[in-house]
């Protein structure tokens, strides 16, 4: 059976007719008979703030735990209304973090060990536009006053500030910058293993907790070290008595948004060596070891505006717009019950769009396929497409070595459907209400991610800036949507 799965997959691909599927895998001598069909399939425009019940705490947002965060402000050309990207982060401890001992400094204030200075430093990649990178936004750097909680679900419409998690007089520092950093010469700029970065000067006087008054941000971590060797153990230790991390707030300006793909938070101090003076610090990074988290703000109006819209569907990031897909279960399985339904291809095609604006969002790479009812467990459980409930598919741009171009093409969903009608069937044996007490129990979502197979260990929801249409929605001027199936059955 297995050959035959994988030869109805490879058919299924083609663009042989579905009456030509039946009779290429009629076998006499096996006599296993072959049978297709076609279904029209219907989608909608659904809001990823609705995706969850009215119940759920975190109504209004998706998942957000990831190791990449955005920062910035932008308006969308498509809608005119404004997005906003800010992040809260942790600090990780590298290995096992070793700061000389105060004997060895020569960086002294009040002679007590000192840091000669202090920053944060943000790696940024993909720039909102690539035709001005100069735009400038303005942010606030806030100290939190309480750690992010280990083993917490946070969401998109996580805010520190609102939560009262910031410290109303600790470390606030205002940040004005744009995607090129002018700071850095050209001629570094231009070298191949430059990292575009923003940095964020911590050299003011601070003042911690407890009253005490250092020359630095820097000083503050170092003396805590000295005093608190225990406080340095490991970064869960670290958040909750030295660091609980930073909020970036973005306060100002419009047409900066990139991915902070690395944070770091470095001291800068002075030694004596075994020899020789020696300038040297210690790099605190922010990375997937340690809670970090995206603050999303979109236009909720013009959000549902788009949804509303029926001669399409949309794909939109961040936390913006899913499209919804009613699979066709029963027709597919009424009269075909003792059949193995061995196939089921599905493919959705990309409506082009004419606008030569650079500014316009980049194109959804990978959706993800997964049952609505499904979806908060999928992403909280930090799950992969297992290709059997759940599954993705690459754009298949236009040139690409993909058969189907402007699509995304997903080969084989037969196992879900057997799956969603095997619990269908189940329900409503036991309970005549079933299928009005579970009204999606048939639907899944199209959702854009950020996966690559065979490295990836967790599937995330896309948060750069994207968006495209989809043919279908209530009122489809084009062809339907179709999918593609194949049966099999032994003759007795």
Request: hydrophobic content about 35%.
């Amino acid at each position: 059976m297995a050959g035959v799965v994988l030869t109805a997959m490879a058919i299924s691909s083609c663009d042989e007719t579905t009456d030509q599927i039946g009779g290429s895998l009629t076998s006499d001598e096996d006599q296993l008979n072959i049978a297709s069909k076609v279904f029209n399939v219907q989608t909608r425009t659904v809001i990823a703030d609705t995706v969850f019940n009215n119940s759920d705490e975190h109504l209004g947002s998706v998942f957000t735990q990831s190791s990449t965060c955005y920062l910035g402000m932008v308006r969308d050309p498509q809608t005119q209304a404004d997005i906003k990207s800010e992040f809260a982060t942790q600090f990780h401890l590298l290995d096992i973090v070793t700061i000389p001992d105060a004997d060895k400094f020569l960086s002294l204030d009040n002679g007590l060990p000192a840091a000669d200075s202090c920053y944060l430093i943000l790696y940024v990649s993909n720039p909102f536009n690539t035709a001005d990178t100069l735009a400038s936004v303005k942010m606030t750097v806030h100290e939190l006053d309480k750690t992010l909680e280990t083993g917490l679900k946070y969401y998109s419409d996580f805010n520190p500030m609102k939560l009262g998690m910031v410290r109303t007089e600790g470390l606030n520092k205002n940040k004005m910058f744009s995607y090129r950093n002018l700071i850095d010469n050209d001629s570094l700029r231009g070298t191949s293993s430059y990292m575009n970065n923003i940095r964020v000067s911590l050299n003011e006087p601070y003042t911690d907790k407890n009253g005490v008054t250092y020359n630095n941000y820097g000083t503050y971590i170092i003396r805590q070290f000295h005093e608190h060797p225990e406080y340095f153990k490991n970064s869960y230790a670290f958040s909750r008595h030295v660091c609980p991390g930073f909020f970036f707030e973005i306060t100002d300006g419009y047409g900066f948004h990139a991915k902070v793909s690395n944070i770091g938070l470095r001291l800068n101090y002075t030694i004596q060596g075994d020899t020789s003076v020696v300038n040297t610090g210690v790099t605190l990074a922010g990375t997937r070891e340690v809670t970090q988290t995206t603050l999303i703000t979109n236009d909720k109006q013009a959000i549902k505006k788009l949804a509303e819209e029926t001669t399409h569907t949309y794909i939109k990031s961040p936390a913006g717009l899913f499209t919804e897909v009613t699979l066709p279960v029963k027709e597919i399985k009424e009269g075909h019950e003792n059949d193995s339904l061995i196939a089921a291809k599905i493919s959705f095609q990309r409506i082009n769009d004419e606008s030569s604006d650079s500014r316009m969002f980049g194109i959804p790479y990978t959706l993800l396929m997964v049952q609505e009812d499904s979806l908060k467990t999928f992403f909280e459980g930090n799950n992969v497409p297992d290709q059997a409930t759940s599954f993705y598919a690459n754009y298949n741009y236009i040139n690409s070595t993909y058969n189907g171009t402007n699509t995304y093409n997903f080969a084989n969903i037969a196992s879900l459907i057997t799956k969603v009608w095997e619990k269908y069937q189940e329900g409503i044996k036991n309970d005549a209400n079933w299928e009005q007490k579970h009204p999606n129990w048939n639907k899944v979502l199209l959702v854009p991610i950020t996966y690559e197979s065979g490295s990836s260990t967790n599937a995330q929801h896309d948060m750069s800036l994207t968006s495209t249409q989809l043919v279908g929605g209530a009122d489809n001027p084009y062809e339907p949507i179709k999918i593609n199936v194949a049966y099999a059955k032994f003759n007795k």
